[in-house]
């Protein structure tokens, strides 16, 4: 689950890492008392005005500027919110913004040298074990900084045993060419950033930048955290942080059906139990010369409901050409998906697509028998082979 910035801000500073102050308004009006209780609290006289989407490259966007007065406060958060941000990470479309994070200016002039740094912590799925992922080229793309200049980026893998260990921290700082006050607040900073990562069961915690100051303190001066939803049971607080409004409005409707649902850009919606299967029915569409509308995932509780939303749901996508639905029948029942798409097809009314159905397993001849003899437009595949030649028919 992604969450917005000053919501992973809040989060690191349970856990004592060192974020700059900010309030969050969703009215303009409210922009300059914002900004003069940070002045009062920090002493701060210029403040940054940052939209809060979930995406990034928003200054790229027009989404970041910095204010030197309260007029430029309320006058820069009264652009951008409401407006539709487009960054390199949205598309075309944008997002509306609606709301601002009104924030003290951390970049203030000094004794030392201001540096913008970069810090993650995220799963090394190949060997199973956390890793910090850290480099002195902050406040850029990380993915251009691996390719252009890979020497740049270090890796630190953790014990899962022992945790991050003082040793380790002290590396990062090293590495990162700290010295000094700025190094000891830096292994203060990893330590705080690697429990944050654990107890919160995130999937992701990202600092971009990284902020050490000109007074040698270090902030997150941008945060990216994404938590794990399987975890949420957990964390009660954390699920009430989710913005339906940031999510897309179909991936939001299948949530309301435990339906495992993820929109793409394709041409041929697919309906499928088990995320391997899935994966393959995605390859079959793209061999046969179409594209994924979608992943779904039906999972293995699948009743005739279930289907016939997530039939729906595809349904809602203008740009689906062709429905491929491919069930296994192992713990589901496919009379039962059989069924639903039966009786998604009567209520919805006229289906203008055509749909494939391949069902194995469980209950397949009873559940063939019922879409023979519905009487709808329905193509029936026994093979991966007989579904890819009538999706390369349909599309």
């Given at each position: 689950m992604n969450i917005h910035e000053y919501q992973a801000k809040a989060i690191l500073s349970r856990f004592g890492v060192a974020v700059p102050a900010g309030i969050v308004i969703d009215d303009a009006q409210k922009a300059q008392d914002a900004a003069r209780e940070l002045q009062e609290k920090t002493g701060t006289n210029s403040w940054v005005v940052k939209a809060q989407i979930h995406a990034g490259g928003r200054g790229k966007g027009g989404g970041v500027k910095l204010a030197r007065n309260l007029d430029e406060v309320k006058t820069k958060a009264e652009n951008i919110l409401g407006m539709q941000l487009v960054t390199p990470q949205t598309g075309a479309a944008g997002k509306k913004v609606h709301k601002v994070l009104i924030q003290q200016d951390i970049y203030y002039p000094g004794a030392s040298e201001i540096r913008e740094l970069y810090v993650s912590v995220l799963l090394n799925r190949a060997t199973g074990?956390?890793?910090?992922?850290?480099s002195t080229e902050g406040g850029m793309d990380i993915e251009a900084v691996a390719e252009k200049t890979p020497h740049l980026i270090y890796k630190e893998e953790i014990d899962p045993s022992v945790g991050i260990q003082p040793f380790q921290a002290r590396k990062i700082a090293f590495n990162l060419g700290l010295e000094g006050k700025a190094f000891k607040e830096m292994t203060r900073f990893v330590t705080a950033l690697y429990k944050a990562y654990i107890e919160s069961d995130a999937s992701l915690f990202e600092i971009n930048p990284l902020l050490k100051t000109s007074d040698d303190?270090?902030?997150?001066?941008?945060?990216?955290?994404?938590?794990?939803?399987?975890?949420?049971?957990?964390?009660?607080?954390?699920?009430?942080?989710?913005?339906?409004?940031?999510?897309?409005?179909?991936?939001t409707e299948a949530s309301e059906f435990n339906l495992n649902f993820i929109k793409l850009n394709g041409n041929v919606g697919c309906?499928?139990?088990?995320?391997?299967?899935?994966?393959?029915?995605?390859?079959?569409?793209?061999?046969?010369?179409?594209?994924?509308?979608?992943?779904?995932?039906?999972?293995?509780?699948?009743?005739?409901?279930?289907?016939?939303?997530?039939?729906?749901?595809?349904?809602?996508?203008?740009s689906v050409k062709a429905i491929l639905i491919n069930i296994f029948g192992g713990i589901v029942r496919c009379d039962r998906v059989a069924q639903g798409v039966v009786d998604a097809y009567?209520?919805?009314?006229?289906?203008?697509?055509?749909?494939?159905?391949?069902?194995?397993?469980?209950?397949?001849?009873?559940?063939?028998?019922?879409?023979?003899?519905?009487?709808?437009?329905?193509?029936?595949?026994?093979?991966?082979?007989?579904?890819?030649?009538?999706?390369?028919?349909?599309?």
């Open positions: 074990r956390n890793i910090i992922m850290y303190l270090i902030f997150a001066a941008d945060a990216k955290v994404n938590l794990d939803d399987n975890a949420l049971f957990r964390h009660l607080d954390y699920a009430e942080l989710r913005d339906v409004n940031e999510e897309d409005p179909s991936e309906m499928v139990n088990g995320a391997g299967l899935a994966m393959a029915t995605m390859d079959i569409i793209k061999l046969s010369g179409g594209e994924p509308a979608n992943f779904l995932d039906v999972g293995g509780t699948a009743n005739a409901q279930t289907v016939e939303a997530g039939f729906r749901i595809i349904l809602k996508d203008p009567k209520s919805i009314g006229t289906v203008h697509v055509p749909v494939i159905v391949r069902l194995q397993g469980t209950n397949a001849v009873e559940a063939k028998n019922l879409i023979d003899q519905s009487g709808l437009k329905v193509f029936s595949a026994v093979s991966l082979q007989d579904a890819a030649d009538l999706v390369r028919k349909s599309v």
